[in-house]
């Protein structure tokens, strides 16, 4: 036999990697979806945030108020709040007509109120909502702020009525500052979902190229002929594995640059996450691209072994499922959690590769967390793909049909 | 290099060269007339003319006296290019337990023939013929191929073998011609080779026209045509097929059974492994009979009728059946 001008791996490395991206599933999930889909779909909570916002800012609400012809004091403290509607009711009609949502909300003000006033008292006003509906909470909250803030009128006269400064009721006061140089809003949304995006992108994206890559050959009919090339099965499990791998980590970086583009691209849909600007240290950059590594690995293996192990396509959807299910878990819990909860999640998969690349971006490296992660992701990487190179060899798995 | 020593009465020290447009004449002797085939040798080392018995019934004649004069080129010997020896293959089923799919079967088969393995649906043909592919590996004895070992040399046995069979696939996103390439290197052919071969295959099996089609667009015929291509780019000595036309329609299976005749004129070895009996009785020139995983009888057809005293093959083969004594009507 002539010397080979290629190394088998090489070739198998190859040509999965042509044919996976001719796959126009795998094309849209792996390029389009990233790339276009995400942002658009950050576009869409955008606009639809921003409409939510405006259109609350505008809607009058109505609602009840029983009693008020009692108070005068009350009568002229309440009026001209902006976008409430009052309408006198009963207590009987006000709690009809909150059931009927025909109003949102009532504030009921008691039969002494006006004397209670009079003698610088406390009045309890009754606020009466539907817990069982979401914009009558709502109205009960933003009645709530009005009469706390008409109430520090009624403070504020009382006070100057006794010859006292107003600010005498506001000792305290809070204004926010965000220090510049710091992390921006758009930073907070990242830290929140790019790891969960990231860990979840680097583990799935390889699903449709993994289950076509053994399952999807043996539902075809090709795998027996490719075990009778000269081709040893090991450099056929590493062409896979690394065209699986490498179809994660392309799927990873799309998944992060497609959550990026939109911060460096001036587009007004995306204005409600971008601004404020991103800030970046070449830590996080760095972290970001080094932590995909072994999440594609440890995917790519994990993949491979249940294509390998599955007669067909179908049966290695089924088997995937679960873990699919195991890995959103793990990279969502990463929402929750932070570096410092516990030294325990940088030994658990994805989660701890998530964490990393939390504390990369918040700037908060535990030196501790990140061996242990490192360590334990590239042992539980190499665990999964010796467990498929060792499925690999069995050929009661391999041709089992 | 192995010879069949059995079969070479005098001087089997001698090489003996025979050329493959001998081995064509001598298939075409076959089918018109299977017992007086008669083969012409050219002897290098030694002027003596040599008897040469090929299961006693074919004579080998000096080539100068012979009326068809033959250019001599080039392939060494009568050897055996398999030999099976006592092989076997147990598997563990959960629910039957022990299954003893193939139990000591041997065989020899040589260029320039056309082995059939015949058996009912079950009987251990594909496991036979993937243990001699080195698929899957045999729980006792062995096989050689081209002289390697199927258990000790499986990447060179691999190397010199094709495989074809009726529910091979192919990669539907690739071309023929990508197809093609992507298994010629996998056989460690240089680019340049691989090119040339393809080329000249794609003519041989008249594929032009879909070449650079991709395989999902195929017709049935055309897709079966670019998987014969597949199993032969090598040029492989040895070529096995299992079951190849199961499946296909009369026209895709006409074109696999005369690739197969070709195969045997161009002096290659083909085992065929089917349970259709007009097959084997258009092909193949001795065949074996495996029935529960045993090999029943070996010859050729007109041995296997003498045998049974019957002249229909399907009953030579139920007869034989009968004769083991475990067949089940």
């Not at chain 2, 020139?285 to 399907?314: S, V």
Request: proline share 4%; net charge positive.
């Amino acid at each position: 036999m002539k010397p080979n001008p290629m190394a088998s791996w090489m070739v198998v490395f190859r040509k999965e990697f042509k044919e996976i991206f001719r796959d126009s599933r795998t094309t849209f999930n792996i390029i389009i979806s990233p790339l276009l889909i995400t942002p658009l779909l950050f576009a869409i909570i955008g606009v639809a945030v921003q409409g939510q916002v405006k259109k609350a800012e505008k809607e009058t609400i109505p609602v009840a108020i029983v009693g008020l012809a009692k108070s005068p004091t009350l009568q002229e403290n309440l009026k001209g709040v902006p976008n409430i509607e009052w309408k006198e009711k009963s207590r009987a009609e006000a709690e009809e007509a909150i059931r009927k949502r025909d109003i949102r909300a009532a504030v009921v003000i008691p039969e002494d109120a006006e004397q209670r006033l009079a003698e610088n008292r406390t009045v309890t006003l009754s606020l009466l909502v539907d817990e069982g509906s979401q914009s009558s909470m709502q109205a009960g909250q933003r009645l709530e702020t009005v009469i706390v803030e008409r109430g520090q009128r009624v403070v504020a006269q009382r006070l100057i009525e006794q010859g006292l400064s107003s600010e005498l009721a506001t000792p305290l006061q809070i204004k926010q500052q965000p220090v510049t140089g710091g992390g921006s809003a758009a930073t907070l949304i990242l830290t929140s979902i790019l790891p969960y995006v990231l860990a979840v992108s680097a583990i799935m994206g390889g699903v449709s190229a993994a289950n076509d890559s053994v399952a999807g050959e043996k539902e075809r009919g090709t795998l027996e002929t490719l075990l009778v090339s000269p081709a040893s099965r090991r450099d056929l499990v590493l062409g896979k594995f690394l065209a699986v791998a490498g179809v994660s980590l392309v799927s990873s970086l799309l998944s992060v640059i497609g959550l990026l583009w939109p911060f460096f691209v001036p587009l007004k849909v995306f204005e409600w996450m971008t601004r404020g600007g991103l800030t970046l240290s070449p830590t996080a950059i760095v972290t970001m691209i080094l932590v995909q590594i072994p999440l594609a690995v440890l995917g790519a293996g994990l993949l491979l072994t249940i294509s390998t192990y599955a007669k067909n396509q179908k049966e290695a959807q089924t088997y995937l499922a679960p873990v699919l299910l195991v890995t959103t878990v793990a990279a969502m819990m990463s929402m929750f959690l932070k570096m410092d909860s516990g030294i325990i999640y940088s030994a658990v998969p994805i989660l701890n590769a998530a964490l990393t690349l939390k504390g990369a971006l918040e700037g908060t490296l535990n030196p501790v967390f990140v061996a242990v992660a490192s360590v334990t992701s590239f042992v539980y990487a190499g665990l999964a793909v010796a467990i498929s190179a060792y499925l690999f060899q069995k050929e009661e798995v391999l041709l089992k049909a | 290099m192995r010879y069949a020593s059995q079969t070479l009465l005098a001087n089997s020290k001698n090489i003996l060269t025979l050329n493959t447009t001998l081995y064509a004449t001598s298939g075409r002797s076959y089918e018109s007339d299977r017992v007086e085939a008669r083969f012409s040798v050219t002897i290098l080392k030694n002027a003596n003319i040599i008897k040469y018995g090929f299961k006693s019934r074919v004579e080998v004649w000096s080539e100068k006296n012979n009326e068809k004069a033959f250019e001599i080129v080039g392939i060494e010997g009568v050897r055996t290019m398999i030999e099976v020896q006592n092989i076997s293959k147990v598997f563990t089923d959960k629910k039957r337990g022990e299954v003893r799919a193939v139990e000591g079967v041997s065989f020899t088969a040589h260029p320039g023939e056309i082995f059939g393995v015949l058996g009912p649906n079950g009987a251990g043909k594909t496991t036979l013929l993937r243990m001699m592919a080195t698929i899957l590996s045999p729980t006792d004895g062995t096989a050689t191929i081209s002289g390697y070992d199927i258990r000790q040399q499986a990447q060179e046995v691999r190397a010199n073998i094709g495989f074809l069979t009726g529910s091979a696939g192919l990669y539907e996103r690739l071309t023929p011609r990508e197809m093609l390439t992507y298994f010629g290197e996998l056989n460690g052919m240089r680019p340049d080779a691989i090119q040339t071969r393809i080329n000249d295959v794609i003519q041989a099996l008249d594929m032009s026209e879909f070449a650079d089609r991709r395989c999902d667009k195929l017709s049935t015929g055309q897709k079966q045509r670019t998987s014969i291509a597949r199993s032969i780019l090598h040029n492989p000595p040895v070529l096995f097929f299992d079951e190849p036309t199961s499946g296909l329609d009369i026209m895709a299976a006409r074109t696999v059974v005369s690739f197969i005749r070709q195969c045997r004129n161009e002096g290659r070895t083909v085992i065929f492994s089917t349970h259709i009996m007009s097959e084997v009785e258009a092909l193949c020139d001795r065949i074996a009979i495996i029935y529960k995983g045993k090999c029943i009888a070996i010859g050729t057809l007109a041995e296997l009728r003498a045998k049974t005293g019957e002249a229909l093959f399907e009953n030579v083969f139920l007869r034989l059946i009968e004769s083991e004594g475990s067949y089940e009507a």
